[in-house]
């Protein structure tokens, strides 16, 4: 099991880590040479003011015309998204490993807020796959990737909160959440995960065209 | 009266029994009474089991001594608790964290030595 966990925790976390990095700077340096290539005026009408105010709409929940129609729905992904970031990152365990590895740490959440968080993205990735199924305009845009790719955010919280209840099998539990949270960081960059790095972006464009260009809101 | 005396005698045994510092052969976990509010569950150390099976007699080996950042390699702490030197929240002079040590004692030999457990949920067992 030493060698085992020594591989997750050492090799493979190196690799996750610069993939899921180095992936998003290949495709933001992708992403603007494409735009650079079909569109480059939209350089032109780019705003920093028009763009902080549309990502600071959509960012609050609530914020939009759309979020007021789908209550349920904005309620569910902002406390799936917040919970998604903010558990691991301020995860005690997690800040211990890394001060261990690198001399430095950051505050934690208590466990049993970790804990809760967990649920959280649990249930929300629960309600996602739910709505994919039985809402026939969600289905119609569905197919097998987006199931995938729910299995594979969901995976990490599922097998961290096993591991850290110690339901059964702890040590390959706890091996089985290293690996599939490094398959998710890796996946981040290369799929549709990706709206991580892109959705500050898109609201960027659209509230810079909708701004400059159409002189109306986008939200 | 030798009934009294019984009795007496009992009770005697049963207080020091109870009251009765933890003896290192009685150790089954790390305490942890010196965090505020710890979040995992103590530590499992079975002091004796421990040594023996990993070969340990010095007692320094853990209850090690370190003076203006350098270690003492002829004494000992054991008389020592380890919150004693080591506070809950870093301090400036390099002093490990009371958890820091901890970690620092226990998986870090273990991981150096590829024995032992390093995972957080082999020492920090849920009853």
Known sequence: ?219 | MKRFVTVLLAVAVGWLWATAPLAQEDMETVPNDAFTSPQRPPAVFVHDAHNEAAGIDECNRCHHVYREGQLVPDESSEDYRCSDCHAETAADDGMPALMGAFHGNCKQCHLELENGPVMCGECHQRP
């Open chain 1, 1 to 219: 099991m030493h060698a085992i966990y020594g591989w997750v925790t050492g090799p493979l976390t190196w690799i996750a880590f610069l993939l899921f990095f180095g992936g998003l700077l290949y495709r933001l340096v992708q992403l603007l040479i494409l735009v650079r290539r079909k569109e480059p005026f939209i350089f032109s009408y780019m705003s920093l003011k028009y763009s902080l105010r549309s990502i600071l709409h959509w960012i609050l929940p609530f914020g939009t015309v759309n979020w007021r129609l789908h209550p349920v729905m904005t309620i569910v992904t902002f406390a799936f998204h917040i919970c998604l970031l903010v558990a691991p990152v301020f995860l005690m365990a997690h800040a211990i490993l890394f001060e261990e590895a690198w001399g430095f740490g950051w505050p934690s959440l208590p466990d049993v807020a970790a804990d809760w968080m967990t649920l959280i993205v649990i249930a929300g990735a629960v309600f996602f796959l739910v709505r994919r199924i039985v809402r026939p305009e969600v289905r119609f845009v569905t197919s097998t990737s987006d199931y995938v790719l729910l299995a594979v955010v969901a995976a990490p919280f599922v097998t961290g909160f096993i591991a850290y209840h110690q339901l059964f099998a702890y040590r390959w539990m706890l091996v089985a959440h290293i690996v599939s949270g490094q398959v998710m960081l890796v996946a981040i960059p290369f799929t549709r995960l990706v709206h991580m790095l892109f959705a500050p972006l898109t609201r960027a464009y659209t509230g810079s065209e909708f701004g400059g260009v159409r002189h109306a809101v986008d939200w």
